[in-house]
């Protein structure tokens, strides 16, 4: 059975995209995942860095989906194949 995507807007947190940008995406745990980003196709790990965990957003992935620190960006993410599964929070 394949995996359900996850769909959610987030805001870029942090000040310089690739030094201290990240999203908070409504999961827990850390877990390989792959998806979107404004459209454009990113591979990265969810981070325990507290509660919630973070994505690193790197310059190369914040160029390519044309967002920087502060602006809020469409992301579709789904576990890469043989990742274990990220605990969703409760509704």
């Not at 960006?73 to 194949?81: C, D, K, L, S, W």
């Amino acid at each position: 059975m394949a995996e359900k995507k996850l769909r959610f807007k987030g805001k870029i947190q942090g000040k310089v995209a690739g030094v201290v940008a990240a999203i908070t995406p409504p999961v827990r745990g850390r877990v390989p995942v792959r998806g979107t980003m404004n459209g454009f196709p990113f591979r990265s790990s969810l981070t325990p860095c507290g509660t919630p965990p973070l994505m690193p957003v790197n310059q190369a992935l914040g160029l390519a989906a044309g967002a920087k620190p502060g602006d809020v960006v469409e992301v579709v993410m789904e576990p890469r194949p043989g990742a274990t599964r990220p605990t969703l929070p409760p509704n």
